[in-house]
């Protein structure tokens, strides 16, 4: 990296259901305006932002032309960026470059979703659409109702993550009772996060485990909510982090590696040659590199908090092995020793993660804010209580084939 | 800025209306052939960023079932979600970082999918131009038209003559697919009418296309070509809401202009570069194009064209590929100038060849009445 | 600083909407190969001449080479279950697929259980996702042997696959 940036500065909105007090423009301006002030930092000092949501669940094309005008926009340089459910991930990466860059100094980057604005329960518009063309293409082909009700109707629920956490039990000897841990401390953790969405202060696994099967070996108590928020992030170059920011939390490292499309379908119908959507080369690779970036050597050792994208229990296991912080097949033991709660020796998720809050589009900028947080020291009741040096933020998306990773830290990486 | 970066190689497909082939093969060639082009393998290339739109494509997450396609397997990859020009921006931040040396940069809309139009409605402010429904982009922008020729006095013949010249430079555009070389102001004017006054020649054709090029850090560059076109300077601004903001300027493009040529250290846009190539999504943006550029005052962009400064063989050629008028897959037109701009300035821009091209502009837009313009300034080896 | 909404009311509601069903999407031909040979009862996969790959059903584009998998290649009937999932038993309006019931359009027995399965048919780098028939959900187990099954009179359409059943070896 020829160029430091940190972030400087968070902001958030509460996440719920449905946020009826605010509309798409109104509700990302409400985290824009928390980041700003949080950082101290004037919207006439900002010189570019960068904003992403995923555009199919509000309805509007292109929104950040028509709420632009609320956060600042007019006069400034604005990308969009948006690659489905890593697009928080990949806007806060898109504000990373654009300060490492050299071309501007302090950007703001916010993600957003307003589910709630779909008219569709679950908020299926969206995502249906992704596969959409396919199943119309298939129809074409005399696709029997009985086979895509099957495979969809009860695999849709959860999708390909159903499948995945299967391949990974097979492979590690987790079983679901340790879905329901994991997303008992989601919960638990959500009620020490003002912005979180479902709070349970005294979850157990047991009541988890109370809740309904949707498709073996996923309960309802697993899912992750469909939630309304925004998340932004300012971000300054290294002069301005020092001048404005006590504790910043410096980029050291960050890489989004795409895989081949993971178990579903490739265009029109093709099949894909990922056997074992549990795999995740690509998360891997990415954790590979942003920790080469970073001089991070011993990932166990190194990073103290992780924020993982886990909207189902499987997930967060699967990918802290990817991540490195655990060794193959073993994340649900430690997990069962409590090394992953906030007291614990790596905590995972301390703000609940995206099992307890999902606003689709900000949720990846939302685990890189929460991990800014953790390094900054400003997670308030839901910090974890030992010294924060390094911190990984992952996200996933696509048809679970995009994954970011960003690694943060209280100082900047070593310049080789 | 603090590395030098070039384009070292480029590939377009060809721009017809209703291709019938899949999204995935149409960008397969176009990658494929880029890379070709530039003599590098896939192995090479550090990223990959691309553009396109979920709504214009059909699909949430457009680049989800493309990513094999375009070469990103296993590569750091991301898209932007608005004109092909945002991609090569994003790329090129990605090797000024320094983390990167090598970017793909991939731009594709196939317009057939569904009317683009409709598109642009959606993109409309949803709680009281979209409840009203009588605005839509074409109407928008023949309000904008109808403000600027008033206020400047701009005869519709004036605005005629950007589709005569553009249509008749695609003529020797092999690519494009309208093309109209003996096309009149007075045919022009007797088109169909849309909302006065815009014509149907005053509007862009439907079109499905995909462009690629390759993005190179200095060292990397020298390695893979002896013709590479330097980023010599970039600037990109976005504008307020349609409502909210004088139609009869492009200021955002204005700000953009002055920000690439600063960076470039071009004082006289006029004598220093020797092309234009701009996205006039309608024939009279251009007019209002040349003046943001600086290439006019305020209100005198008629008398470029009616002196015929902007034809091919006038003083500054603006848009010798044809520009957006001829072909226009809207979120690759932006890249697509760009790519017409490196060809000039290579010499491989074939019977659209203007002579002698050292520095070329090229313009990329998107949203209703051109709310976000991105400039890039191109250079050759001195 | 950014505007900032001071009055947290109930915001007023307006609709809209957008026609997904207006886009015309272009298709492919390899899905045809694919059910031109299930119409022979034959499964038919691509073939990489890179990487040696054969993907069932037929795609387009090999990413890992970055060229076309244009050989076709055909796969055998049996095949290994690498994944499944079980459904608890099926209820009237419980799911909807595009707006339409399983129970209510007679497709699925209400109380059914469902085992949506991955199956690996010999020859084959990729998996098929189809349902599994004849077999009673407990014993279905990661490794199981399956083989096809098809319709008794192939018209050349994906349902042709009816499903997997056990492989008794």
Same mark, same amino acid.
């Given at each position: 990296m020829l160029r430091n940036a940190a972030i400087?500065?968070?902001?958030?909105?509460?996440?719920?259901?449905?946020?009826?007090?605010?509309?798409?423009?109104?509700?990302?301006?409400?985290?824009?305006?928390?980041?700003?002030?949080?950082?101290?930092?004037?919207?006439?000092?900002?010189?570019?932002?960068v904003v992403g949501n995923m555009q199919g669940f509000g309805g509007v094309a292109n929104p950040d032309l028509w709420i632009g005008d609320w956060i600042g926009a007019p006069g400034k340089p604005v990308l969009r960026i948006a690659t489905g459910g890593t697009t928080g991930g990949s806007v806060g990466q898109g504000g990373f470059y654009s300060v490492m860059s050299g071309l501007y100094d302090i950007v703001v980057a916010t993600a957003w979703e307003k589910h709630s604005d779909s008219k569709e329960a679950g908020a299926t518009t969206g995502l249906l659409h992704v596969a959409l063309a396919n199943f119309f293409h298939a129809f074409g082909y005399g696709l029997s109702m009985k086979n895509l009700l099957a495979t969809s109707a009860v695999g849709a629920a959860a999708g390909v993550a159903a499948y995945q956490a299967r391949f990974y039990m097979h492979r590690s000897g987790c079983r679901s009772e340790h879905f329901d841990m994991v997303a008992a401390k989601a919960r638990r953790n959500a009620a020490r996060n003002k912005y979180a969405h479902l709070q349970w202060p005294n979850c157990t696994p047991e009541d988890i485990h109370k809740t309904e099967l949707i498709v073996d070996p996923f309960r309802y108590g697993h899912v992750c909510p469909a939630s309304d928020g925004a998340s932004a992030i300012v971000i300054a170059c290294e002069d301005i982090a020092l001048k404005k920011c006590k504790r910043p939390a410096w980029v050291k490292g960050l890489a989004s590696y795409s895989d081949e499309e993971t178990q579903m379908q490739s265009e029109s119908g093709g099949g894909v040659g990922v056997l074992d959507p549990s795999e995740q080369m690509g998360a891997r690779l990415s954790a590979m590199k942003a920790y080469q970036q970073a001089g991070i050597k011993d990932p166990k050792q190194e990073i103290d908090v992780a924020e993982i994208y886990q909207p189902f229990p499987s997930q967060e296991l699967l990918f802290s092995e990817k991540l490195g912080l655990f060794d193959e097949g073993k994340a649900w033991i430690a997990m069962e020793k409590g090394e992953t709660e906030i007291n614990g020796r790596m905590p995972c998720d301390p703000s609940g993660g995206v099992n307890a809050t999902n606003a689709i589009g900000s949720s990846a900028l939302q685990r890189i804010l929460e991990a800014g947080l953790q390094v900054m020291g400003k997670a308030e009741d839901h910090q974890v209580p030992?010294?924060?040096?390094?911190?990984?933020?992952?996200?996933?998306?696509?048809?679970?084939?995009?994954?970011?990773?960003?690694?943060?830290g209280e100082t900047p990486a070593p310049r080789r | 800025m603090q590395r030098r970066v070039a384009i070292v190689g480029y590939a377009q497909s060809e721009y017809q209306f209703n291709v019938p082939r899949t999204r995935e093969d149409q960008v397969f060639d176009v990658v494929k052939a880029a890379l070709r082009h530039a003599g590098i393998l896939r192995e090479e290339v550090d990223s990959v960023v691309t553009a396109s739109s979920d709504f214009l494509d059909g699909r949430t997450i457009s680049n989800v079932f493309l990513s094999m396609a375009v070469g990103a397997y296993q590569k750091d990859e991301s898209k932007v979600e608005e004109d092909g020009t945002g991609a090569l921006l994003y790329g090129l931040m990605r090797i000024l970082a320094g983390t990167h040396d090598v970017v793909t940069i991939e731009a594709h809309t196939l317009a057939s999918t569904i009317n683009p139009h409709q598109i642009l409605f959606y993109s409309l402010d949803p709680l009281f131009d979209r409840q009203?429904?009588?605005?839509?982009?074409?109407?928008?922008?023949?309000?904008?038209?109808?403000?600027?020729?008033? !206020?400047?006095?701009?005869? @519709?013949?004036? &605005?005629?003559? #950007? +589709?005569? /010249?553009?249509?008749?430079?695609?003529?020797?555009?092999?690519?494009?697919h309208r093309k109209m070389p003996d096309l009149t102001v007075e045919e022009v004017l007797n088109s169909k009418l849309y909302y006065?006054?815009?014509?149907?020649?005053?509007?862009?054709?439907?079109?499905?296309g995909v462009c690629a090029l390759i993005l190179a850090s200095e060292e990397k560059a020298r390695e893979i070509t002896d013709r590479p076109v330097w980023i010599e300077g970039v600037g990109t601004y976005q504008d307020s809401y349609l409502r909210d903001r004088d139609l009869t300027r492009f200021e955002s493009l204005g700000k953009a202009a002055a920000k690439a040529y600063e960076m470039a250290g071009i !004082?006289?846009?006029?004598? @220093?570069?020797? &092309?234009?190539? #701009? +996205?006039? /999504?309608?024939?009279?943006?251009?007019?209002?194009?040349?003046?943001?550029?600086?290439?006019?005052?305020?209100?005198?962009?008629?008398?470029?064209?009616?002196?015929?400064?902007?034809?091919?063989?006038?003083?500054?050629?603006?848009?010798?590929?044809?520009?957006?008028?001829?072909?226009?897959?809207?979120?690759?037109?932006?890249?697509?100038?760009v790519i017409e701009a490196a060809r000039q300035i290579r010499g491989d821009a074939g019977g659209c060849q203007i002579p002698y091209v050292e520095r070329a502009l090229a313009h990329g837009q998107f949203g209703i009445c051109a709310q976000k313009n991105t400039v890039f300034i191109l250079g050759g080896d001195q | 600083m950014a505007y900032l909404k001071d009055q947290r009311r109930e915001t007023m509601m307006v609709?809209?909407?957008?026609?997904?069903?207006?886009?015309?999407?272009?298709?492919?031909?390899?899905?045809?190969?694919?059910?031109?040979?299930?119409?022979?009862?034959?499964?038919?996969?691509?073939?990489?001449?890179?990487?040696?790959?054969?993907?069932?059903?037929?795609?387009?584009?090999?990413?890992?080479?970055?060229?076309?998998?244009?050989?076709?290649?055909?796969?055998?009937?049996?095949?290994?279950?690498?994944?499944?999932?079980?459904?608890?038993?099926?209820?009237?309006?419980?799911?909807?697929?595009?707006?339409?019931?399983?129970?209510?359009?007679?497709?699925?027995?209400?109380?059914?259980?469902?085992?949506?399965?991955?199956?690996?048919?010999?020859?084959?780098?990729?998996?098929?996702?189809?349902?599994?028939?004849?077999?009673?959900?407990?014993?279905?187990?990661?490794g199981m042997r399956v083989k096809a099954v098809f319709v008794e009179n192939p018209e050349g359409k994906l349902s042709d696959l009816e499903g997997v059943e056990p492989l008794k070896e």
């Open positions: 400087i500065g968070c902001g958030q909105t509460k996440h719920s259901g449905r946020r009826r007090d605010v509309n798409q423009a109104e509700l990302v301006s409400e985290a824009v305006h928390n980041a700003l002030e949080d950082a101290q930092v004037s919207l006439k000092e900002v010189n570019a932002l030992k010294k924060v040096r390094n911190a990984v933020a992952h996200g996933w998306g696509g048809v679970t084939n995009y994954i970011t990773v960003t690694v943060l | 009203v429904g009588l605005m839509n982009d074409i109407a928008a922008a023949a309000i904008q038209a109808r403000m600027y020729m008033k !206020k400047y006095s701009v005869p @519709e013949e004036a &605005v005629a003559m #950007v +589709s005569v /010249k553009n249509l008749a430079n695609a003529a020797l555009n092999p690519l494009t006065e006054p815009i014509r149907e020649l005053m509007i862009p054709p439907i079109t499905d !004082k006289d846009p006029y004598r @220093e570069i020797n &092309v234009f190539e #701009v +996205s006039e /999504k309608f024939a009279h943006e251009e007019l209002m194009i040349y003046e943001a550029l600086g290439l006019a005052r305020e209100g005198h962009g008629q008398s470029l064209i009616e002196k015929g400064l902007t034809n091919r063989e006038g003083e500054i050629p603006v848009n010798p590929s044809g520009g957006a008028l001829s072909a226009d897959p809207i979120c690759a037109t932006g890249l697509t100038r | 609709e809209g909407s957008w026609n997904i069903g207006a886009y015309r999407y272009k298709g492919s031909t390899q899905l045809q190969e694919y059910v031109d040979g299930l119409k022979e009862k034959k499964l038919i996969g691509s073939l990489c001449p890179g990487c040696g790959k054969v993907i069932v059903q037929p795609r387009n584009i090999c990413g890992r080479c970055h060229r076309r998998m244009d050989k076709r290649m055909v796969v055998s009937h049996k095949g290994t279950i690498t994944c499944f999932v079980i459904s608890p038993p099926i209820e009237k309006g419980k799911y909807k697929i595009i707006g339409m019931d399983p129970v209510e359009a007679g497709v699925i027995q209400e109380g059914a259980i469902l085992v949506p399965v991955f199956v690996r048919f010999d020859g084959a780098d990729s998996n098929i996702n189809t349902i599994l028939l004849n077999c009673p959900p407990e014993k279905v187990h990661i």
